[in-house]
């Protein structure tokens, strides 16, 4: 008898990391978050062999929406693309067959509240309400929209009555209009009522 010895090949294994959604406000930038992505390993789950572990991925955002801060609000669909990946406990990619699944990039629309400034008007006139009288808070807490972005009017109507007296929460704004490439759809805002007096 003689012995004729074989090959045994060690295949890499077939593993799939996909980048998760991640999201931002319209007029933010963001640094995009590494860790944020999933594992879906050969046999289904998302445990790897031996104990080895990917901690992290290297992310790219395709077109740059990440930190674009003129990037409409809206859904960009594969944008943030996995790149590469770092692992430990005795994780080497050789031993790995990896393929990459892009993930989302979602811009929210940018909080801001107008507040309707109180006003006054003298009984027996036309109540004319000055369209600038509001304030804007954006976001970050102070009245600046971002990319110079300004709301310059809004529109306001009121319930008050024609007699004299303070009408509480009288005045509501319905509607806006800005300049410097604002766009209403960028945004979620919300008004708050002022109060109409009648001298």
Known sequence: L????????????AVTLTASQQERAYGDTMVLDETAF????????SVLPNGEVIDAVALNSATGVDI???????????????TAQSGSNGFSVGNYDLSYVSGDLVVNPRAVTLTALPQE?????????????????????????????????????????????TYAD??????????????????????VTGDLVVN
Request: glycine share 12%.
């Open 170 to 191: 009288a005045i509501a704004i319905t509607g806006q209009s800005g300049s410097n490439g604002f766009s209403a759809t960028n945004y979620n805002l919300s008004y």
């Open 68 to 82: 674009s801060t003129t990037s409409n609000a809206g859904t960009y669909a594969d944008e943030i693309a996995i």
């Open 38 to 45: 999933t594992i879906t390993d050969l046999d289904g789950d």
């Open 121 to 165: 008007g003298i009984y027996g006139d036309a109540i004319v309400l000055e369209d600038t009288a509001f304030t804007v808070t954006d976001l970050d807490g102070d009245n600046a929209l971002p990319n110079g972005e300004l709301i310059d009017t809004v529109i306001l109507n009121t319930d008050a009555g024609a007699n004299v007296g």
């Open 2 to 13: 003689s012995y004729v010895t074989g090959d045994l090949v060690v295949n890499q294994r």
